[in-house]
T-cell receptor
Framework: DTAVSQTPKYLVTQMGNDKSIKCEQN?????MYWYKQDSKKFLKIMFS???????INETVPNRFSPKSPDKAHLNLHINSLELGDSAVYFC????????????FGSGTRLTVV | GENVEQHPSTLSVQEGDSAVIKCTYS??????FPWYKQELGKRPQLIID?????GEKKDQRIAVTLNKTAKHFSLHITETQPEDSAVYFC?????????????FGAGTRLAVHP
C-alpha cells in the first residue's frame, strides 16, 4: 500500500512538449504539495493545495498548472517544456498541523532534451 | 524572509564517530522543525522532528536540539554506520497566507566510511 504514489517515475521529452505528472495519496491528508528538486538537490516548494483549494503558489512560471480534482489527488501539467525544467518533481502530503511531517511520493525524474 | 541555512554541505566521518548538522532559520514564528534523510535515487523520508515547545528530542542514535532564541536547530547522529550515508535535509515551518509550508535547507551529504 503506497501512501503517496506518483506517475510516471521517469519522463523524457523534447523541448516544447506538454506533459503531466499525477499524484495520489491514501493517507487521508488534507494538504498536498509539489516540490522541485534541482541537480544540486535543493528542494523548493512550487504549489500547495488544501482540500482541493490552491493555497500556496510560489513564483513559478505559468507554464506550470496544478490541478486537484479531489483532496486525494494533485496533478501537475507543464506546457511548452524547457531544458531548465529538467529536475525531480516530488509530490507530498501532510496533515494541516504537520503531525507526522510530510510524506513524499517517489518522485518523477523529468528530462527535457 | 524565507530562509533556512544548513551547514556543512558535505560531511565525512569514520564509522562509529558522531555527526552533527546545523541549521538556522529566519522566521521567529516557525514552530515545527523536521529532518529528512534522502538516499540516492529515493524519496526524502522523515527521521525525526521537533516542535518549538521542546528543546531536545531523541530517538535511538539520532537526536535533535532546538534553540529558539538563537533560531538554531541541530541533528546529532551517534555511532554512525555506513547505512547512515545519505543527504540530510532540515526544514522549518512557515506560515504563508494562513497556511503552513516547509522551507528546506540546502542539504548535507553525509558519507560514513567503514
Amino acid at each position: 500500500d503506497t501512501a503517496v504514489s506518483q506517475t510516471p517515475k521517469y519522463l523524457v521529452t523534447q523541448m516544447g512538449n506538454d506533459k503531466s505528472i499525477k499524484c495520489e495519496q491514501n493517507l487521508g491528508h488534507d494538504t498536498m504539495y509539489w516540490y522541485k528538486q534541482d541537480s544540486k538537490k535543493f528542494l523548493k516548494i512550487m504549489f500547495s493545495y488544501n482540500n482541493k483549494e490552491l493555497i500556496i503558489n510560489e513564483t513559478v512560471p505559468n507554464r506550470f498548472s496544478p490541478k486537484s480534482p479531489d483532496k486525494a489527488h494533485l496533478n501537475l501539467h507543464i506546457n511548452s517544456l524547457e531544458l531548465g525544467d529538467s529536475a525531480v518533481y516530488f509530490c507530498a502530503s501532510s496533515q494541516e498541523d504537520f503531525r507526522g511531517g510530510y510524506t513524499f511520493g517517489s518522485g518523477t525524474r523529468l528530462t527535457v532534451v | 524572509g524565507e530562509n533556512v541555512e544548513q551547514h556543512p554541505s558535505t560531511l565525512s566521518v569514520q564509522e562509529g564517530d558522531s555527526a552533527v548538522i546545523k541549521c538556522t532559520y529566519s522566521d521567529s514564528a516557525s514552530n515545527y522543525f523536521p529532518w529528512y534523510k534522502q538516499e540516492l535515487g529515493k524519496r526524502p523520508q522523515l527521521i525525526i522532528d521537533i516542535r518549538s515547545n521542546v528543546g531536545e528530542k531523541k530517538d535511538q542514535r539520532i537526536a535533535v536540539t532546538l534553540n529558539k532564541t538563537a533560531k538554531h536547530f541541530s541533528l546529532h547522529i551517534t555511532e554512525t554506520q555506513p547505512e547512515d550515508s545519505a543527504v540530510y535535509f532540515c526544514a522549518a515551518s512557515l506560515v504563508s497566507g494562513g497556511y503552513n509550508k516547509l522551507i528546506f535547507g540546502a542539504g548535507t551529504r553525509l558519507a560514513v566510511h567503514p
